[in-house]
Protein backbone atom coordinates (compact mmCIF):
# COMPACT_ATOMS: atom_id res chain seq x y z
CA UNK A 1 0.00 0.00 0.00
CA UNK A 2 1.04 3.59 -0.92
CA UNK A 3 1.02 6.74 1.64
CA UNK A 4 -2.22 8.95 1.38
CA UNK A 5 -2.98 11.98 2.20
CA UNK A 6 -5.72 12.80 5.08
CA UNK A 7 -8.60 14.34 4.23
CA UNK A 8 -8.89 15.76 7.63
CA UNK A 9 -5.57 17.26 8.41
CA UNK A 10 -3.61 16.77 5.39
CA UNK A 11 -0.75 14.78 6.96
CA UNK A 12 0.50 11.70 5.08
CA UNK A 13 -0.32 8.45 6.88
CA UNK A 14 -0.53 4.70 5.57
CA UNK A 15 -3.31 3.17 5.14
CA UNK A 16 -4.62 0.04 6.88
CA UNK A 17 -4.51 -3.05 4.68
CA UNK A 18 -8.03 -4.03 5.69
CA UNK A 19 -9.55 -0.80 4.69
CA UNK A 20 -8.26 0.23 0.71
CA UNK A 21 -10.17 3.36 0.50
CA UNK A 22 -9.61 5.08 4.11
CA UNK A 23 -8.82 8.63 3.53
CA UNK A 24 -8.19 9.71 7.30
CA UNK A 25 -5.67 9.49 9.27
CA UNK A 26 -6.15 7.81 12.80
CA UNK A 27 -5.51 10.75 14.91
CA UNK A 28 -8.64 11.37 16.90
CA UNK A 29 -9.13 14.75 15.55
CA UNK A 30 -9.42 13.09 11.79
CA UNK A 31 -11.57 10.07 13.14
CA UNK A 32 -13.91 12.75 14.91
CA UNK A 33 -14.49 14.71 11.90
CA UNK A 34 -14.91 12.00 9.49
CA UNK A 35 -17.76 10.52 12.09
CA UNK A 36 -19.01 14.40 11.93
CA UNK A 37 -19.19 13.94 8.14
CA UNK A 38 -20.91 10.77 7.94
CA UNK A 39 -23.58 11.88 10.36
CA UNK A 40 -24.10 14.99 8.43
CA UNK A 41 -24.63 13.00 5.06
CA UNK A 42 -26.40 10.10 7.01
CA UNK A 43 -29.20 12.98 8.37
CA UNK A 44 -29.58 14.38 5.17
CA UNK A 45 -30.16 11.26 3.02
CA UNK A 46 -31.74 9.00 5.85
CA UNK A 47 -34.80 10.09 7.52
CA UNK A 48 -34.92 7.16 9.71
CA UNK A 49 -31.57 8.13 11.27
CA UNK A 50 -32.18 11.76 11.48
CA UNK A 51 -35.65 10.83 13.35
CA UNK A 52 -33.93 8.56 16.30
CA UNK A 53 -31.22 10.96 16.65
CA UNK A 54 -33.83 13.02 17.69
CA UNK A 55 -35.89 10.64 20.03
CA UNK A 56 -32.26 9.57 21.11
CA UNK A 57 -31.52 13.20 22.18
CA UNK A 58 -35.23 13.78 23.48
CA UNK A 59 -35.11 10.87 25.68
CA UNK A 60 -31.93 12.05 27.29
CA UNK A 61 -33.34 15.46 27.62
CA UNK A 62 -35.91 13.61 29.63
CA UNK A 63 -33.43 11.44 31.71
CA UNK A 64 -31.30 14.41 32.56
CA UNK A 65 -33.21 17.23 33.13
CA UNK A 66 -31.30 19.17 35.18
CA UNK A 67 -27.73 18.92 33.12
CA UNK A 68 -28.12 22.47 31.32
CA UNK A 69 -28.56 24.28 35.08
CA UNK A 70 -25.58 22.25 36.44
CA UNK A 71 -23.90 23.46 33.46
CA UNK A 72 -24.23 26.62 33.40
CA UNK A 73 -23.57 26.79 37.00
CA UNK A 74 -20.47 25.29 36.70
CA UNK A 75 -19.36 27.12 33.61
CA UNK A 76 -20.38 31.03 34.29
CA UNK A 77 -18.07 32.05 31.68
CA UNK A 78 -19.85 30.06 28.74
CA UNK A 79 -23.39 30.92 30.15
CA UNK A 80 -22.73 34.41 30.30
CA UNK A 81 -20.80 34.27 26.82
CA UNK A 82 -24.17 32.65 25.36
CA UNK A 83 -26.48 35.63 26.51
CA UNK A 84 -24.30 38.45 25.59
CA UNK A 85 -24.40 36.09 22.28
CA UNK A 86 -28.14 35.67 21.98
CA UNK A 87 -28.87 39.66 23.10
CA UNK A 88 -26.79 40.28 20.16
CA UNK A 89 -28.80 38.10 17.64
CA UNK A 90 -31.89 39.41 19.56
CA UNK A 91 -30.89 43.34 18.68
CA UNK A 92 -30.08 42.22 14.87
CA UNK A 93 -32.71 40.30 14.62
CA UNK A 94 -30.38 37.46 13.17
CA UNK A 95 -33.22 34.34 14.76
CA UNK A 96 -32.42 32.42 11.89
CA UNK A 97 -29.01 31.78 12.90
CA UNK A 98 -30.61 29.64 15.79
CA UNK A 99 -32.01 26.37 14.37
CA UNK A 100 -32.29 22.98 15.54
CA UNK A 101 -30.98 19.68 14.24
CA UNK A 102 -34.78 18.99 12.92
CA UNK A 103 -35.25 22.69 11.42
CA UNK A 104 -32.06 22.96 9.48
CA UNK A 105 -32.14 19.50 8.38
CA UNK A 106 -33.14 19.16 4.56
CA UNK A 107 -34.69 15.26 4.95
CA UNK A 108 -38.03 16.08 6.24
CA UNK A 109 -38.44 17.91 2.81
CA UNK A 110 -38.72 14.39 1.67
CA UNK A 111 -42.37 14.56 3.18
CA UNK A 112 -45.57 15.47 1.31
CA UNK A 113 -47.28 17.77 3.03
CA UNK A 114 -48.82 21.33 4.06
CA UNK A 115 -46.13 23.97 5.25
CA UNK A 116 -45.82 27.46 6.61
CA UNK A 117 -43.38 29.18 4.71
CA UNK A 118 -41.33 31.81 6.18
CA UNK A 119 -38.55 34.22 4.30
CA UNK A 120 -35.53 34.41 5.97
CA UNK A 121 -33.39 37.62 5.32
CA UNK A 122 -29.88 37.26 5.92
CA UNK A 123 -29.63 41.13 7.59
CA UNK A 124 -33.09 40.94 9.65
CA UNK A 125 -33.65 37.43 10.55
CA UNK A 126 -37.18 36.18 9.67
CA UNK A 127 -39.57 38.45 8.38
CA UNK A 128 -43.49 37.94 9.85
CA UNK A 129 -44.95 37.24 5.97
CA UNK A 130 -45.67 33.96 5.71
CA UNK A 131 -47.14 31.33 3.27
CA UNK A 132 -48.79 28.50 3.68
CA UNK A 133 -47.84 26.13 0.48
CA UNK A 134 -48.59 22.28 -0.25
CA UNK A 135 -45.25 20.44 -1.15
CA UNK A 136 -45.46 17.28 -3.47
CA UNK A 137 -42.45 15.06 -4.26
CA UNK A 138 -42.04 14.63 -7.78
CA UNK A 139 -39.06 11.82 -7.24
CA UNK A 140 -36.40 10.80 -4.62
CA UNK A 141 -32.98 11.40 -5.69
CA UNK A 142 -30.31 8.66 -4.04
Avoid at 13 to 39: G, V
Avoid at 57 to 83: D, F, I, L, T, V
Avoid at 105 to 134: K, Q
Wanted: net charge positive.
Amino acid sequence: MENRWCSACGCVFLPRPQSPRQSYCTRPECRRERRRIWQLAKRQTDPDYLLNQVRAQQAWAARNPEYWRHYRQEHPENAERNRVRQRERRRLGKHAEVAKMVASSSAFLREEGTYRLVRLDPENGANMDSWTVRLTVLSHET
